[in-house]
């Protein structure tokens, strides 16, 4: 079979160029089209991608700057961006819970996200050798959740049946324990009282919220070896250190390091956040029995060598050290435990002495605690001090 000779190729070129020349609208046109085409959907994918992104952002705001209990609801936000924003939206949503503290929402939205979505890639973002991010998220809420339902806020009632009489040089006030809060740090007070160990030391230290007496070291007059006492096993914090608010009338163990001092006391005479959870607050002063707001009030508001204008013309660096000091003494005469009415038997010190303050008429209303006085009182330099064995003629008597 004889083979079909092959057209030149400079006859080809010419036939291929007329063909060309013949279709060339038709030719141009469909790759105009092609171009369109594939620039549309360039455009297309990219302004989507942006819209998308512009879109959630929006909606993960919307979760996160609107009020959780009233927000848009889950299903309105798939509407929205679809279901696949749904997983992003619950872990934004349970971190915004985190932060306004509503652990149950939180928790609520992170087992939904690990339930519903189990496998999408947030259930294995790692943040861990052990845990996923969304695991960790999920144990710290846990963690914050059980700790600040043991760290409650509580108002316990006061045992009235066993109580402790303060008598000072500046009047006199009853205090109720906390038993079931604070029971290591109610015996010790207990202890420390029958031993006479608070009897004949003064106040120590008068702040704008609160003022401390006892230590062995202010028995004397001198004010600058207050804090000069012999090194102290510190009592070790209880419960009610983080239940218990420093309210005015509440009483503590001084805060000291490694823990509270055995011998010193702080009682508030206002609120004080900068105390919170600092010091295991053990018992409150009664505000049922007389005296307990004039007493209170007038430690409060003894004028210190930091308040006084003499002191100002001192030496600063000398009276620096005492600031809070009370310029003129106050004396804790004794502490007595009493019970039913009664003074307890244990007493390792004469209580033949202690006349138990009768309330008047009636009774004084609890008034915040006014400002301190700038100034001392003129006969400063000759009133005498009270004796520690004998209440003044401030304190009631019988």
């Known amino acids: 079979m004889a083979l079909k000779k092959l057209p030149e190729p400079e006859v080809t070129r010419i036939s291929l160029w007329d063909r060309f020349e013949a279709h060339k609208k038709t030719i141009v046109g469909v790759v105009a089209l092609c171009a369109v085409v594939l620039v549309g959907l360039i455009l297309y994918f ?7 992104e512009e879109r959630w952002t929006d909606l993960i705001s919307t979760v996160l700057y609107s009020p959780y209990s009233s927000g848009p609801s889950l299903e309105s936000l ?16 349970a971190m915004g819970h985190t932060a306004s503290k509503s652990w149950d929402l939180a928790l609520e939205d992170l087992s939904r996200l690990q339930g519903d979505y189990r496998d999408h890639y947030l259930n294995t973002l790692p943040a861990t050798e052990r845990y996923s991010l969304v695991d960790e998220l999920r144990r710290w809420v846990e963690s914050e959740k059980a700790w ?18 303060v008598e000072t ?33 003064s106040v120590t230290s ?56 055995p011998t010193r006391v702080t009682v508030f005479v206002l609120e004080d956040q900068e105390m919170d959870k600092r010091q295991t607050i053990f018992g409150r002063v009664l505000t049922d029995r007389y005296p307990h707001n004039e007493t209170l009030d007038a430690i409060g508001k003894a004028v210190t060598y930091g308040s006084s204008s003499e002191a100002e013309h001192k030496d600063t660096a000398k009276y620096g050290t005492v600031a809070d000091h009370p310029v003129q003494p106050i004396r804790i005469a004794r502490v007595s435990i009493w019970a039913q009415g009664k003074i307890e038997d244990g007493h390792q010190w004469d209580v ?47």
């Open 169 to 201: 040089s500046a009047g006199a006030w009853w205090v109720g324990f906390f038993p079931e809060l604070a029971p290591e740090h109610v015996d010790h007070f207990v202890h420390q009282a029958k031993a006479g160990a608070f009897n004949g030391t």
């Open 206 to 261: 008068v702040k704008s919220t609160r003022f401390e007496f006892g230590g062995e070291a202010s028995r004397d007059e001198d004010p600058f070896n207050d804090e000069l006492a012999a090194p102290e096993q510190p009592l070790s914090p209880g419960a009610a250190r983080f239940k218990i608010r420093p309210e005015r009338g509440m009483v503590s163990f001084r805060e000291i390091e490694g823990g509270e001092s």
């Open 78 to 93: 798939a509407k929205r961006g679809g279901s696949d924003i749904l997983p992003h939206v619950l872990l934004q949503r």
């Open 148 to 165: 600040l339902a043991a760290h409650t806020y509580v108002s316990p009632p006061v045992n009235s049946d066993r109580v402790a009489l």
């Open 352 to 398: 033949s002495a202690i006349v138990k303050p009768e309330p008047p008429a009636k009774a004084p209303e609890d008034k915040p605690l006014e400002e301190k006085p700038t100034t001392p009182p003129a006969d400063e330099g000759t009133k005498g001090e009270e004796s520690p064995d004998k209440p003044s003629e401030e304190a009631p008597s019988k």
């Open 46 to 52: 990219t302004f989507r991608t942006k819209a998308r």
